[in-house]
């Protein structure tokens, strides 16, 4: 590969993943094709983290139904 750009996926400050992409001629990119590379991997960040939270509350309504009723005074 010749050229290389590789940008950290972050939430908040917490390091969540690495996008690279790869290409096999020399590349130029201005300040706004790296903004749009920035902005890009914001979004990808807060997915991340919103499909996280989702996950966890999901999980947390699948024990809840699976106690008993007695346990609810229903």
């Known amino acids: 590969f010749v050229s290389m750009l ?10 969540l993943g690495l996008i ?6 020399s590349w130029f990119l201005n300040d706004e094709d790296m903004d749009s590379f920035s902005v890009l ?16 509350v999901d999980s947390i309504k699948s024990s809840v ?6 346990m609810f005074n229903r």
């Open 41 to 56: 991997v914001k979004h990808l960040g807060l997915a991340i983290e919103l499909n996280g939270l989702k996950n966890f």
């Open 6 to 15: 590789s940008f950290p996926i972050k939430c908040r400050s917490a390091m």
């Open 65 to 70: 139904d699976g106690l008993p009723d007695r």
């Open 20 to 25: 690279r992409i790869y290409h096999n001629k």
